[in-house]
T-cell receptor, first 110, second 115 residues
């Protein structure tokens, strides 16, 4: 069946360093969403990407959707302690509905 | 806060029992999705309800069932609980036509422990 892989599983960075998480689907997606989940919290919607090759920015966060609509990335520039949490991608397809990646847990050294 | 509420917050059951979890969606939202999140994993889609009808289901057995009410609140029922059912159960509401791609707003979840 369809799979959505996310790497890395963990990332520990110094505050101020950049961070990137990658999401890869085994099949073409209709769209992809990104969520952030703080420890002990629930997923919070960040953004949705729909178009092939789409790039969206939210302040220090940059989201990309691959040309083939099978991969996506989230890049955070100059991380801050408030960025701590687990970042999930969620891929949508008509066949499998929605599949979440396993997440990338970001921790930051002050 | 999203306006999506879930009850109860925590629940402890024993194997073989039945459980009902509840979700009140955000005002104006007509779609509710339920997810199971095991520790350290991403949420797994259980099913979705749109205007009181089931609109898609993930790879969960029939002992996982649900309802959506006219006010768009929802219930998740799990029969014959198994140890592996221990997880955080999340509901998410959205507005729009049936199907995904709409922004989902998650509730705080119900932590279910099966002993």
């Amino acid at each position: 069946g369809q799979q959505v892989m996310q790497i890395p599983q963990y990332q520990h960075v110094q505050e101020g360093e950049d961070f990137t998480t990658y999401c890869n689907s085994s099949t073409t997606l209709s769209n992809i969403q990104w969520y952030k989940q703080r420890p002990g919290g629930h997923p919070v919607f960040l953004i949705q990407l729909v178009k092939s090759g789409e790039v969206k920015k939210q302040k220090r966060l940059t989201f990309q959707f691959g040309e083939a609509k099978k991969n996506s990335s989230l890049h955070i520039t100059a991380t801050q302690t408030t960025d701590v949490g687990t970042y999930f991608c969620a891929g949508y397809s008509s066949a499998s509905k929605i599949i979440f990646g396993s997440g990338t847990r970001l921790s930051i050294r002050p | 806060e999203t306006g999506v509420t879930q009850s109860p917050t925590h629940l402890i059951k024993t194997r073989g029992q039945q459980v009902t979890l509840r979700c009140s969606s955000q005002s104006g939202h007509n779609t509710v999705s339920w997810y199971q999140q095991a520790l350290g994993q991403g949420p797994q889609f259980i099913f979705q309800y749109y205007r009181e009808e089931e609109n898609g289901r993930g790879n969960f057995p029939p002992r996982f069932s649900g309802l959506q009410f006219p006010n768009y609140s929802s219930e998740l029922n799990v029969n014959a609980l198994e140890l592996d059912d221990s997880a955080l159960y999340l509901c998410a509401s959205s507005f729009g036509v049936a199907g995904f791609g709409d922004t989902q707003y998650f509730g705080p979840g119900t932590r279910l422990t099966v002993l």
